[in-house]
């Protein structure tokens, strides 16, 4: 049984930093991609980062500078480090891990808002 545990969430101010994470059990995670998507109010769910086997990783424009990917296969946990947040931010973040498109897991999302 695939299970995630996502934290890190919040509110906070423009600017302001916070950091996500996703660990995942019942997988091996060392062989999956992983990925941040994200999904505001009346929006579609859009990709924020991923970061493949090889811990090559890639960012949407949206994003790019100011959010970093990484992992740690031995903790099998997933971060998202999000400098500078701005109000346009404020999504459910959902955690993803994908191995070929073969087998496909979700998270259950975690929110982050940023308002003054």
Known sequence: QVQFEESGGGLVQPGESLRLSCTISGISFDVYKMAWYRQAPGKQRELAAFIRRD???NYSDSVKGRFTISRDNA???????????????????????????VQNYWGQGIQVTVSS
Do not use: I, R, W
């Open 75 to 101: 903790k099998k946990t997933m971060y998202l480090q999000m400098n500078n947040l701005k109000p346009e931010d404020t999504a459910s973040y959902y955690c993803n891990a994908d191995q070929s498109g």
């Open 55 to 57: 811990d090559s990783t």
